[in-house]
């Protein structure tokens, strides 16, 4: 599985990361721990699944955290999360 993290200010891409779960896990373990590994290299804290993520991930295997789904302040727009590859 191959997951695109990307982070996006005034409609410009800031840095993006791609990352590759190949372990035998489930699919929600690969997308956790996918997430914390972008997190931690973008020095982020964890953001928070609200009901409007989860509906877009399952629809779309695609979803963006904005400033209401992290607890710390961000200094950019959105942190959109992408399945590019299962």
């Known amino acids: 599985m191959r997951i695109w993290f990307k982070e996006w200010k005034d409609n410009h891409m800031l840095r993006d990361l791609v990352v590759c779960e190949e372990d035998e896990d489930t699919r929600t373990h690969k997308i956790f721990h996918a997430l914390d ?22 629809k779309h295997a695609k979803t963006r955290f904005s400033k209401d789904n992290f607890v710390d302040g961000i200094d950019f727009d959105y942190l959109e999360m992408q399945v590019i590859e299962e």
């Open 37 to 58: 590994e972008a997190c931690y290299t973008f020095d982020l804290s964890r953001p928070l699944w609200l009901d409007a993520n989860i509906t877009e991930f399952k």
